[in-house]
């Protein structure tokens, strides 16, 4: 996106967070029924997402969200897995 189309976003949403990137997606328009299939996404410095904007959304105009909390689940781990063994050895 050029730096005009981030700004203009920027102080559209009243965005002061701290670092992060501004990214625009094109998907398939049928998936929202869009005129042009443009997504915008606020992502943290991680690039997770914060907030999107789906441009032209059917019925609805732009349609905008925001992510309010997120839930990390860490992976379950099976301790009954048997150890890998040294390098070399057959079982």
Known sequence: ???EE???FISKNNYHGGRGFLL???IPKEIF???TGELLFWSSE???PLEITVKD???FGDL???LNHRIFIPPEIDTAAPSPGKIGESR
Request: proline content about 0%.
């Open 1 to 3: 996106m050029s730096r």
């Open 6 to 8: 981030q700004n203009e």
């Open 24 to 26: 625009k997606a094109t």
């Open 33 to 35: 029924r869009t005129e």
């Open 46 to 48: 991680y690039l997770i």
């Open 57 to 59: 959304y059917i019925l």
């Open 64 to 66: 905008h969200a925001k």
